[in-house]
């Protein structure tokens, strides 16, 4: 059975990166297969400080691209806890897109990624 998270351990992440050329697609927008790669990125980051144990992930549930992130604009990346079972956790991750000179913010994106707790032995323990 699932329980909300502890609030007394770190829930939340937030990482930025600026966009560059080599991350994008051939419309100068940020690759969505980048842009997975930071959201699980985040979510294992944000899972980690929270459990202090080994973690994968299990799966991604639905990502939602809403607006693209151009070249030159930054990146953020929000996790957050949203459930801790017994041996894994949801971590929500959104991806925000904003223009660096402007401050105009935008959620580009927004999905959900499991993650397990596992020992050195590749087998799930409690969180």
Same mark, same amino acid.
């Given at each position: 059975?699932? %329980?909300? &998270?502890?609030?007394?351990? =770190?829930?939340? !992440?937030?990482?930025? %990166?600026?966009?560059? =050329? @080599?991350?994008? @697609?051939? &419309?100068?927008?940020l690759?969505?297969?980048?842009?997975?790669s930071?959201?699980?990125? !985040?979510?294992f980051?944000?899972?980690? /400080? &929270?459990?202090?144990?080994?973690?994968?992930?299990?799966?991604s549930? #639905?990502?939602?691209?809403?607006? =693209?992130? %151009?070249?030159?604009q930054?990146?953020?990346?929000?996790g /957050?806890?949203?459930?801790?079972?017994?041996?894994?956790?949801?971590?929500?991750?959104?991806? &925000?897109?904003?223009d660096?000179?402007?401050? #105009?913010?935008?959620?580009?994106? /927004?999905? @959900?990624?499991?993650?397990?707790?596992?020992?050195k032995?590749?087998k =799930?323990?409690?969180v």
């Amino acid at each position: 059975m699932s %329980k909300k &998270y502890k609030k007394d351990k =770190p829930s939340e !992440t937030r990482m930025v %990166k600026m966009v560059f =050329p @080599n991350q994008t @697609n051939h &419309y100068s927008t940020l690759f969505a297969g980048e842009a997975l790669s930071m959201m699980d990125l !985040t979510a294992f980051i944000t899972g980690s /400080r &929270y459990t202090r144990k080994m973690l994968v992930t299990a799966s991604s549930e #639905k990502i939602d691209f809403k607006v =693209p992130i %151009k070249h030159g604009q930054l990146a953020e990346f929000i996790g /957050r806890i949203v459930k801790a079972g017994t041996t894994s956790i949801t971590v929500e991750v959104e991806m &925000y897109g904003e223009d660096l000179l402007s401050g #105009k913010r935008q959620l580009s994106a /927004r999905g @959900n990624f499991i993650l397990v707790a596992i020992d050195k032995k590749g087998k =799930p323990v409690k969180v």
